[in-house]
């Protein structure tokens, strides 16, 4: 497979998760083993975490497992910027984003679409070059897609209402028809004590679980829903109701407190799924 050389390498590998990519492949393939289908149909959009695999990467898979087998001809993945700030959502410029498990090629037909369409839809490098959450992604979907999978990488600078509604609506637009499945990475709250953290975490939880758009957008861009993705949440959720998703499940939610037992500040993680019934 050849690209030319404008290649995202990898940056999370060997903290995020292995940088051996046998090691990452039976994590993963354990991970996989251990997430139970639901059997939902026609899921157009799934939640996942975006921290170490030691922590989220199981409840990761419980979203992965849903859509492992379904054959879309693209993958939408919105991810929230950390390391750099911008007032636009960037689509990533090259040709692919690189991880242990080999090249994961970018649909430059849709992704220069996308960009085409809005002043605040560009192509960059910003919120690519050092950012982990839309990384992370990748390996769960090399393993249960193969080679032959391509993605929109998408990062959202300033979580903005403006910016919000200008993707979800343009990508909306653009992909209602499309087999594409739209990945929205986020992680919940951030460092409180575990029953705080699980109240908060309920709350978000239940909007998405009901699938209120409006209901989160206010909370979220009114501060007082807790997630650092809730940008590209909301954005999942926009396009996913165009394509004709009309309902939602959360399909797991712990934190990293389950994990390492350290309940004093934790970070919360959930999996979900918007589908049409």
């Not at 990519?21 to 289908?37: C, G, H, R, S, V």
């Amino acid at each position: 497979m050849a690209f030319d050389n404008l290649i995202r390498k990898s940056i999370a590998s060997g903290s995020f998760y292995p940088a051996d990519p046998d090691a990452l492949k039976k994590q993963i393939d354990n991970f996989m083993d251990n997430a139970e289908p639901l059997d939902l149909q026609n899921i157009k959009a799934i939640i996942s975490p975006h921290a170490g695999y030691i922590y989220s990467g199981q409840i990761a898979a419980y979203s992965f497992r849903q859509v492992a087998g379904i054959k879309y001809d693209s993958i939408l993945i919105i991810a929230p910027s950390h390391a750099e700030y911008f007032d636009y959502a960037s689509v990533y410029h090259g040709d692919a984003y690189e991880t242990p498990l080999g090249p994961v090629k970018i649909d430059k037909n849709r992704a220069n679409a996308l960009a085409e369409s809005s002043p605040l839809i560009q192509q960059s490098a910003y919120g690519h070059r050092d950012e982990h959450s839309l990384e992370v992604q990748l390996p769960f979907l090399q393993v249960i897609f193969g080679k032959d999978m391509s993605i929109v990488p998408v990062v959202i600078g300033n979580q903005s209402r403006e910016n919000i509604e200008e993707l979800g609506s343009i990508a909306g637009e653009l992909f209602s028809d499309d087999n594409i499945l739209i990945i929205a990475s986020t992680d919940l709250s951030h460092y409180h004590p575990y029953d705080t953290a699980s109240g908060l975490d309920d709350k978000v939880s239940g909007l998405i679980g009901s699938f209120d758009t409006g209901g989160l957008m206010e909370e979220f861009t009114g501060g007082s829903a807790e997630m650092c993705g809730g940008g590209p949440v909301l954005a999942a959720m926009m396009i996913s109701r165009a394509m004709g998703a009309d309902s939602s499940k959360i399909i797991k939610y712990a934190n990293s407190g389950d994990v390492s037992g350290d309940r004093s500040s934790v970070v919360g993680y959930l999996s979900a799924a918007f589908y049409k019934k």
